[in-house]
């Protein structure tokens, strides 16, 4: 069998962009480069298929953490998104300018708590988790209920991110370097199966920045490709505004309305933090994909409309 998914527990440094990282000897990342062989990868028994990258060739880009090839490819993710609503007020206050909030309501907006888990990904196994708001698309003359519906539906959304820390070094270089994206690393556990949801972010002490639990909604199956939603962020990068596309193909997944049984802990930490500041009043929505692959696209760059 394939080595893909087993690894001492020995480092190689690598080089992105002239910052040294650690990542697993004989992983994915050491020994392809980001060109991972999918033969090698589908003989993995965490991922069900390949077929999804197959279909999605490689580009060598330029990057600022070297030259890079994109999409980054994820082959077995799973994740949670808890969907909030807050007011569009304390939403703006932490929006740059040229960010509108996307809308419920007039004065309502939505933020989101979310947690992912990476199993085997190009630049090998780590977890994540983010507080973000849901934005009108660049250049969106207002708001329409096809927005809206398909926002909630998870099929293409549009996110500004305030929190993303990660728990592996290379992950933080290449979200924070590369994508522009507020990373850092600290003890993140995530765990998710068809029964139940987990998630505890460390703040810098090591105690409890956010922690979650919660029932895991009834899961659908679905063959690969028959479900693909878009996540698009947008970030800074060097002063000029960049948007980074996100392809999820949703492999197993399923949602909860105003769920029941949902515990989430708000402790000290950035997450916290920056969750506190939208002042948040009712989680109306348990999304969990227990099985999902994922193609990160590197930002481009756009132009978004100056609304101030």
């Known amino acids: 069998m394939a080595s893909t998914g087993k690894l001492t527990d ?15 000897e004989g992983g994915l990342y050491d020994r392809f480069r980001m060109d991972t062989d999918l033969d090698e990868v589908a003989r993995d028994p965490r991922v069900s298929s390949v077929d999804f ?8 880009v330029d990057s600022r953490i070297g030259p890079t090839l994109t999409p980054n490819f994820y082959y077995r993710i799973s994740t949670t998104r808890l969907t909030m609503l807050a007011p569009a007020k304390a939403i703006r206050a932490r929006l740059p300018r040229e960010m509108d909030p996307l809308e419920i309501a007039p004065g309502l907006g939505i933020v989101s708590v979310m947690t992912f888990r990476y199993d085997v990904c190009d630049i090998d196994f780590y977890t994540e988790a983010a ?77 409890l920045d956010l922690a979650l639990s919660a029932p895991t909604p009834k899961q659908a199956a679905r063959p690969t490709g028959a479900h693909v939603s878009t996540l698009t962020s947008y970030t800074t990068i060097d002063g000029a505004w960049h948007s980074t596309t996100s392809q999820i193909n949703m492999l197993a997944s399923g949602t909860t309305r105003f769920p029941r049984g949902l515990d989430l802990q708000l402790g000290q930490g ?14 109306i929505q348990l999304d969990v994909t227990t099985e999902g692959q994922l193609a990160l696209h590197m930002p481009v760059p756009t132009s978004i409309q100056d609304r101030s």
């Open 10 to 24: 020995r480092t190689v440094e690598v080089d992105l962009g002239g910052r040294l990282v650690t990542v697993p």
């Open 53 to 60: 990258f197959r279909r999605m060739p490689k580009s060598r």
């Open 131 to 207: 507080v973000g708001i849901a934005v009108k698309p660049a250049r969106h003359g207002g708001l329409g209920l096809f927005d809206l519906v398909t926002g909630l539906k998870n099929d293409w959304l549009h996110s500004y991110v305030l929190s993303l820390p990660v728990n592996t070094e290379i992950a933080q270089v290449r979200g924070h370097d590369g994508y522009g994206f507020p990373k850092w690393v600290t003890d993140i556990d995530v765990d998710i199966d068809t029964d139940h949801t987990s998630a505890r972010i460390a703040n810098d002490r090591g105690g």
């Open 270 to 283: 950035r997450m916290s933090d920056d969750l506190r500041s939208l002042k948040p009043i009712r989680t």
